[in-house]
């Protein structure tokens, strides 16, 4: 498993933005996958998570209702769709691989991690 994300940038408040992470493995939708994002001076956080299958799909409480994460097994690739962006949404997002069709929530849970992509939002 490799994972590269990107989509990320500088936006208005308000703004959208949609990240993607592709794997350039060969076994992504044997995997749940997570997003987490850290914002300068705190700890990494969980995001949002999809199944393997896409299923089920479970949020962090903070972006419950507005972010949405889906997949797409014969691009390799999961995504954050990320619309209505608020200034406390600015960070670096990460996404996972966990070997496990099950969703998790931990960062321990997960055995791969992409690169990180950063997202600004302005006020």
């Known amino acids: 498993v490799q994972l590269q994300a990107s989509g990320g940038g500088l936006v208005q408040a308000g703004g959208s933005l949609k990240l993607s992470c592709t794997d350039s493995?060969?076994?992504?939708?044997?995997?749940?996958m997570g997003w987490f994002r850290q914002a300068p001076g705190k700890e990494r956080e969980f995001v949002a998570a999809?199944?393997?299958?896409?299923?089920?799909?479970y949020y962090a409480e903070s972006v419950r209702g507005r972010f949405t994460i889906s997949r797409d097994n014969d691009k390799n690739t999961v995504y954050l769709q990320m619309p209505s962006l608020k200034p406390e949404d600015t960070a670096v997002y990460y996404c996972a691989a966990r070997s496990s069709p099950a969703i998790y929530v931990k960062e321990a849970g997960y055995d791969y991690w992409g690169q990180g992509t950063l997202v600004t939002v302005s006020s």
């Open positions: 493995g060969r076994s992504f939708s044997t995997h749940s």
């Open positions: 999809i199944t393997w299958s896409g299923g089920s799909t």
